[in-house]
């Protein structure tokens, strides 16, 4: 554990009546950094960030965020992190102010200071003209633009964000990850579950794929992606499951995996010039192609080929 | 920034905003215990009037009518009521997320039901406030022949025994709401309880003729020693009213205020004890 580790977990683990929903992860989070949680919904996410936050009990593990222990000094952590939860969790019938006002208050933040970081909040996320308005009446985005002002009016060192984007329009997400983007440039730290692919890849300085519990594989997301080789084909057959046998024998091919529409090939080297040899090999066998598909590792790629499943399929 | 012992005035406000915007709540709660004195406490005081006129009056004893009497079990029951219920902002706090805003702040958790049960003392006060000026349109009549200084310290000291008393089951009540799951259970088990702690009480009639059980019971509920506080300082020490002869000593009333202190004291224990293992996510 170095000094620039903000976040600090080793050996985490959590059960709920028996049921082990976090199975000893361990990982670090820099000083700095977006990091992000990615995984399926149930995969311990939450679990995780809700022990980090204080919220749960630790039952197994050590756990340090901001310098103290989440077990010993709750307190001290409290104070140093901002949260942005899952849902929609504001009282609609306050106001945007009073909203702001109300958190203020909770962490003690002296009237003036406070009145201005209000205001200063309020700003970022364009939301100071709708300072009067009850929060029940605000959009989607608005909402999760409040959260993110309140989560930041006491200026934690680390902001914790739960499937940030979860429930947004498209363009309404975007914004969102410029509000994000904009939060980590002004040096706050962020914590991130998502189980959106794109919103990891586009966001994170460092990614950590969690399922069933554990940590399956962590790094950039460069890195992570690379690991699949350079590329990856799809490919569609009358008969995938002969068609696996046939790729047998191409050495460049790194693994084959079954996707929802047929096989997902990765490829150690360039892959339009494995393709000729692809399609050889399963004509040879006598086996009709439907589609072939060549595309760069996406991160939807990465989940599957340490999962073997898609996350999409998963459920939301 | 570090906490300071007021952050309990911040759950107070938001309470109290809530109670001034919800304005069916706030509308609902001022006309309860009005009802309760125009069409109960009017249609009982002239059947009992009747029953009891026969029964001869104590030479040098003030004799109380029966709506008078029974003003002081309406403010106690109004307290009750709303006492009872005052836990339940906490449990769809808990319910709709709300609570772990403030469960992960640095606040102490003993703040939250302490500013829970502060705004729920301050609708009470409002209530009984109501009540009584109400009533005195009826035809209540307390503090009568009372003098100015007099008056203050009876007001004074009917809300002292409303505020110890309806802190007691504010933190009961906050309690139950951080340990049940529903709004629906929650009203369950508070009806289970109004009905034994109204009843088996003074509020409404005298507990000198209940079975000697009975009798024994109400002396244990906290509902009885609240009364006794009431009419205590609104009727004087020495009354008779639906054909008992009512006389309080000033030890009398501070064992029943100190009774409803204990009461109130091993509430905030109960209630801490419950906030601090409490988890909710």
Same mark, same amino acid.
């Given at each position: 554990m170095g000094e620039e580790d903000i976040i600090e977990v080793r050996d985490l683990e959590h059960a709920f009546n028996g049921f082990v929903a976090v199975r000893g992860i361990s990982f670090n989070v820099r000083r700095g950094e977006i990091f992000s949680f990615l995984g399926p919904n149930g995969a311990g996410k939450s679990t995780t960030i809700n022990i980090l936050t204080t919220l749960l009990p630790l039952q197994a593990g050590t756990v340090?965020?901001?310098?103290?222990?989440?077990?010993?000094?709750?307190?001290?952590?409290?104070?140093?992190? %901002?949260?942005?939860?899952?849902?929609?969790?504001?009282?609609?019938?306050?106001?945007?102010?009073?909203?702001?006002?109300?958190?203020?208050?909770? =962490? &003690?933040?002296?009237?003036?200071?406070?009145?201005?970081?209000?205001?200063?909040?309020?700003?970022?996320? $364009?939301?100071?003209?709708?300072?009067?308005?009850?929060?029940?009446?605000?959009?989607?985005?608005?909402?999760?633009?409040?959260?993110?002002?309140?989560?930041?009016?006491?200026?934690?060192?680390?902001?914790?964000?739960?499937?940030?984007?979860?429930g947004l329009d498209p363009q309404t997400r975007m914004r969102m990850w410029d509000y994000i983007r904009g939060v980590n440039a002004a040096g706050t730290t962020v914590f991130m579950t998502t189980h959106y692919m794109e919103e990891a890849d586009m966001l994170s300085d460092r990614i950590s794929i969690i399922d069933?519990? $554990?940590?399956?594989?962590?790094?950039?997301?460069?890195?992570?992606?690379?690991?699949?080789?350079?590329?990856?084909?799809?490919? $569609?057959?009358?008969?995938?499951?002969?068609?696996?046998?046939?790729? %047998?024998?191409i050495g460049e091919i790194r693994s084959v995996t079954k996707s929802p529409?047929?096989?997902?090939?990765?490829?150690?080297?360039?892959?339009?010039?494995?393709?000729?040899?692809?399609?050889?090999?399963?004509?040879?066998? %006598?086996?009709?192609i439907r589609s072939i598909n060549l595309k760069k590792p996406t991160m939807d790629d990465v989940f599957v080929y340490y999962t073997g499943r898609e996350l999409r399929d998963t459920g939301v | 920034m570090s906490t300071t012992a007021w952050e309990f005035l911040t759950i107070y406000r938001r309470e109290m905003i809530r109670f001034v915007r919800f304005r069916t709540q706030l509308f609902t709660s001022l006309l309860q215990p009005a009802l309760w004195m125009a069409f109960f406490g009017v249609a009982m005081s002239s059947n009992f009037n009747q029953f009891t006129s026969a029964i001869p009056v104590p030479a040098g004893v003030v004799p109380v009518d029966y709506l008078t009497f029974m003003a002081a079990g309406v403010i106690a029951m109004t307290t009750l009521f709303t006492s009872l219920f005052g836990g339940i902002s906490l449990l769809f706090d808990k319910n709709w997320g709300l609570m772990r805003e403030m469960l992960a702040s640095p606040m102490p958790r003993t703040h939250i039901m302490m500013g829970v049960s502060l705004?729920?003392?301050?609708?009470?006060?409002?209530?009984?406030?109501?009540?009584?000026?109400?009533?005195?349109?009826?035809?209540?009549?307390?503090?009568?022949?009372?003098?100015?200084?007099?008056?203050?310290?009876?007001?004074?000291?009917? +809300?002292? +025994?409303?505020?110890? +008393?309806?802190?007691?089951?504010?933190?009961? &009540?906050s309690a139950l709401s951080m340990r049940l799951e529903s709004p629906e259970g929650l009203q369950g088990v508070i009806t289970l309880l109004t009905l034994?702690? +109204?009843?088996?009480?003074?509020?409404?009639?005298?507990?000198?003729?209940?079975?000697?059980?009975?009798?024994?019971l109400s002396l244990y509920n906290p509902l009885t020693h609240l009364v006794n506080g009431i009419r205590y300082f609104a009727l004087g020490d020495d009354f008779f009213a639906v054909g008992a002869h009512y006389a309080y000593t000033t030890a009398d009333v501070f064992v029943s205020f100190a009774y409803l202190a204990v009461f109130a004291a091993v509430? =905030?224990?109960?209630?801490?004890?419950t906030f601090q293992r409490a988890v909710v996510t």
């Open positions: 340090r965020v901001a310098g103290h222990d989440v077990a010993r000094e709750p307190g001290r952590v409290r104070e140093a992190i %901002g949260i942005v939860f899952q849902d929609d969790v504001l009282d609609r019938d306050l106001t945007v102010w009073e909203t702001m006002e109300f958190h203020g208050r909770l =962490y &003690s933040i002296p009237r003036d200071e406070r009145k201005k970081r209000i205001d200063e909040m309020l700003r970022v996320v $364009e939301l100071d003209a709708k300072r009067n308005e009850r929060t029940k009446n605000l959009s989607g985005g608005m909402k999760r633009r409040l959260q993110i002002a309140r989560g930041l009016l006491t200026r934690p060192e680390v902001l914790f964000l739960d499937e940030p984007t979860q069933h519990g $554990e940590i399956i594989v962590s790094g950039t997301p460069e890195e992570l992606k690379n690991t699949l080789g350079e590329d990856v084909v799809y490919l $569609e057959t009358g008969d995938d499951r002969k068609a696996r046998e046939a790729l %047998g024998g529409r047929g096989l997902s090939i990765t490829i150690s080297t360039d892959g339009s010039r494995c393709l000729p040899q692809i399609v050889d090999a399963v004509h040879g066998a %006598g086996i009709a | 705004s729920g003392i301050t609708k009470s006060f409002i209530q009984v406030g109501v009540i009584m000026v109400f009533g005195a349109l009826l035809g209540v009549r307390f503090f009568s022949g009372f003098s100015a200084a007099r008056l203050a310290l009876a007001v004074l000291g009917i +809300f002292a +025994f409303v505020g110890v +008393f309806s802190l007691g089951f504010l933190l009961f &009540s034994p702690i +109204f009843f088996v009480s003074n509020a409404l009639y005298p507990v000198q003729a209940f079975p000697p059980l009975l009798e024994t509430m =905030y224990l109960l209630a801490r004890w």
